[in-house]
């Protein structure tokens, strides 16, 4: 007998009707067995879309990750348990079966990702990758990548960040976090690949202290070992590790600054919770520098997280990172992160903000000889990166080619850290310029001037031997726009391209 995929056009205000006739339908073998509950999680993501949202839905549809958990764990339980799955589709605007075969219309445009229904009873919601441009409220930055899709024949792409919702069995709050991180990377940069559950299981395999299935959960030696494996070089920073508070939560902001998505431990006394942190809200506000100079990481802001109990892109507080919950863990805590740095990146970010601190506080060249009230902003990126957004200058041509191009020519390691500078009163980090830049090289200590590649501010270029400060070269008013390819958003259209 033949087999066809069956194909739904469906506007937001009837998707929950029309899912639950799919699951009380006698014929279909992976999902008839199912009492369709509709999760508070579903009603949530919902509610948080743009209301001229329209989904097609396709089914049977074979995902490889819930396939993969179904082999591994699923197939083997006493009651049925479907194989297949629904795919969602996202499109903003009404959209009828007929377009996805009209080549001369820009369905594509339209397209705003998937997310995924599995046969599991209390767990439908699967992965997924959603474009921030969905939701009613998306006033922030973050990291993103680009996922592709073939719906009958027709392919669609959406840049989104990589979600998936636990199902307490194959994977907890944990997996789901590594999962989503280590699909981050394996879909944005060659030199890493995506993971299938099963994968990630047999990595952990070598040296389990507990039962890996049904899961429990993982600790942070565990996650920093699959990642590990995997190709990354990863940190673990802790609120126990005698830093300060504050000084934490500003090295977790600076790495996120720095486009890099960070899994984060949270807990209270009854709970434990594995998030991710991908990016940070707007920054509108005007900010009273008190001192010489503060640095952006010092200042509140709400952050993005990935969290496998909400929708993608939940904003939350680094103090309060629950107080959206209506349960008993809406008063968690972070107690620790992960960082997983590019290779041969050996200068961390508290090293790279002690050298920034020695630099601007100096006697002689520190920020304090070059009056008013400064703001500074430390971040990691690649230099490709960093010259092509600077050859690629579109806002007025604000930087003069006398800057411009003696920073295209300088000789740069594969990434840097970088520092600008902004007098207080100019401070505009949406739409402004800096006035002042500080380049270091992220392959050495700091524990000398040698890492520092390029210093400017205002019309001074500072120069050293690498042991001392020499002086300094006049030059043409700095210039240069607020550096922004590390997170995406509005300004890119919420696109992101690859980078290396």
């Known amino acids: 007998m033949l087999g066809f995929v069956d194909i739904t056009c469906i506007p937001k205000s009837e998707f929950i009707t029309t899912l639950s006739k799919f699951f009380n339908n006698d014929d279909d073998d992976d999902f008839s067995n199912l009492k369709f509950l509709v999760p508070s999680q579903l009603n949530t993501l919902l509610e948080r879309l743009k209301d001229n949202i329209w989904f097609i839905t396709e089914r049977p549809y074979v995902d490889k990750h819930y396939r993969d958990t179904y082999y591994a764990f699923h197939s083997s339980k006493f009651y049925k348990i479907g194989r297949n799955c629904i795919r969602v589709h996202l499109f903003e605007g009404e959209v009828a079966e007929n377009d996805l075969f009209d080549l001369t219309n820009a369905l594509n445009e339209r397209y705003r990702g998937f997310?995924?229904?599995?046969?599991?009873?209390?767990?439908?919601?699967?992965?997924?990758?959603?474009?921030?441009?969905?939701?009613?409220?998306?006033?922030?930055?973050?990291?993103?990548?680009?996922?592709?899709?073939?719906?009958?024949?027709?392919?669609?792409?959406?840049?989104?960040?990589?979600?998936?919702?636990?199902?307490?069995?194959?994977?907890?709050?944990?997996?789901?976090?590594?999962?989503?991180?280590?699909?981050?990377?394996?879909?944005?940069?060659?030199?890493?690949?995506?993971?299938?559950?099963?994968?990630?299981?047999?990595?952990?395999?070598?040296?389990?202290?507990?039962?890996?299935?049904?899961?429990?959960?993982?600790?942070?030696?565990?996650?920093?070992?699959?990642?590990?494996?995997?190709?990354?070089?990863?940190?673990?920073?802790?609120?126990?590790?005698?830093?300060?508070?504050?000084?934490?939560?500003?090295?977790?902001?600076?790495?996120?600054?720095?486009?890099?998505?960070?899994?984060?431990?949270?807990?209270?006394?009854?709970?434990?919770?594995?998030?991710?942190?991908?990016?940070?809200?707007?920054?509108e506000s005007?900010?009273?520098?008190?001192?010489?100079?503060i640095d952006t990481s010092s200042i509140e802001k709400k952050m993005v997280f990935i969290d496998d109990n909400m929708p993608p892109y939940q904003m939350a507080s680094l103090s309060e990172p629950t107080d959206h919950y209506e349960n008993e863990m809406n008063d968690m805590e972070i107690v620790s992160f992960i960082v997983a740095l590019p290779v041969h990146v050996y200068l961390v970010a508290e090293k790279a903000y002690d050298l920034m601190y020695t630099i601007f506080e100096d006697e002689q060249i520190g920020l304090q000889t070059f009056n008013g009230k400064w703001i500074s902003r430390l971040l990691l990126t690649g230099s490709q990166s960093f010259k092509n957004f600077i050859l690629n200058d579109d806002n007025n041509n604000i930087m003069p080619d006398?800057?411009?191009?003696?920073?295209?020519?300088?000789?740069?390691?594969?990434?840097?850290?970088?520092?600008?500078?902004?007098?207080a009163e100019n401070f505009n980090p949406d739409d402004g310029y800096c006035s002042g830049l500080l380049l270091i090289d992220p392959t050495t200590n700091g524990k000398s001037l040698t890492p520092i590649l390029f210093y400017a501010i205002g019309d001074k270029l500072l120069e050293h031997d690498c042991e001392a400060w020499k002086g300094f070269e006049n030059i043409v008013e700095f210039k240069m726009p607020t550096y922004k390819n590390n997170l995406k958003g509005e300004w890119s259209k919420w696109q992101s391209g690859m980078t290396g």
């Open 115 to 283: 997310f995924i229904i599995r046969p599991l009873m209390h767990h439908i919601l699967g992965r997924s990758l959603i474009s921030p441009e969905a939701f009613k409220t998306n006033n922030f930055f973050c990291c993103l990548t680009k996922g592709r899709v073939s719906l009958l024949g027709r392919n669609l792409s959406v840049y989104g960040f990589p979600h998936i919702a636990q199902d307490e069995e194959t994977h907890t709050c944990a997996e789901s976090a590594l999962w989503c991180h280590i699909e981050y990377y394996g879909s944005k940069y060659p030199q890493y690949k995506s993971l299938l559950p099963s994968k990630i299981v047999k990595t952990l395999l070598d040296s389990p202290d507990h039962r890996i299935l049904p899961s429990i959960g993982l600790t942070n030696n565990e996650l920093t070992k699959c990642l590990n494996d995997n190709g990354f070089q990863c940190l673990i920073y802790d609120t126990d590790s005698g830093d300060n508070k504050k000084t934490f939560f500003q090295l977790l902001k600076i790495y996120v600054e720095s486009g890099i998505p960070l899994l984060l431990f949270i807990s209270n006394k009854k709970e434990a919770h594995a998030v991710l942190v991908i990016g940070h809200e707007k920054d």
């Open 286 to 293: 005007v900010h009273d520098v008190q001192s010489t100079w």
């Open 402 to 423: 006398e800057i411009k191009q003696p920073l295209l020519s300088l000789s740069l390691p594969k990434f840097i850290w970088m520092c600008e500078l902004y007098k």
